[in-house]
């Protein structure tokens, strides 16, 4: 099994080459929920545009992540900059409410809910205080058998593809 730096160096090459668009698959499968923490995508991850507009146009409220300091935030709308990571982020209010749905980026999950992130944590730390329903959005090919983890490692409930969307907390039982 790989670790997880060899895994993440791995999943960055072969993520450049993924097609597809699993926001159209996402929409279509739509999870119940008023307020949806979507991300903003950045580089190569699984396209977010599309799905953040469709979402405001079927009058849900999504709330973005900003980065401060060690911690990720839900933000609402506001006038767009770039993070120390060349992410756009928002300058809106931190949002205080109830999240329905987190939509989470990654470059590999596996079938049982275990997400291979960038590995600075903001996203684990951001889900363990937030309860939600949690969508790793990705291409088909980004799913792995297994992926190595840790006990501080939020699981997804949810994977959604170009292809179906999965309920992944079923393979854990």
Request: one cysteine or more; a positive charge; charged letters at 30%.
């Amino acid at each position: 099994m790989y670790t997880k730096i060899e895994l993440r160096k791995e999943m960055r090459e072969k993520r450049k080459r993924m097609t597809g668009s699993p926001e159209t698959t996402f929409l279509s499968a739509l999870p119940t929920g008023e307020t949806f923490f979507v991300y903003r995508s950045f580089g190569s991850e699984a396209s977010t545009d599309k799905l953040i507009h469709s979402l405001v146009r079927l009058g849900k409220r999504v709330v973005t992540p900003r980065i401060e300091g060690t911690d990720m935030f839900a933000v609402e709308e506001g006038t767009l900059f770039k993070n120390r990571y060349g992410i756009w982020e928002s300058d809106g209010a931190i949002y205080r409410g109830i999240i329905d749905v987190a939509v989470i980026p990654l470059l590999a999950a596996d079938r049982t809910g275990r997400r291979l992130g960038y590995g600075g944590g903001f996203y684990d730390r951001f889900l363990s205080r937030t309860p939600c329903v949690k969508v790793g959005l990705c291409y088909e090919e980004q799913l792995l058998d297994e992926i190595p983890s840790e006990s501080h490692d939020v699981l997804l409930d949810f994977v959604c593809t170009e292809q179906k969307f999965s309920d992944v907390r079923r393979s854990r039982t």
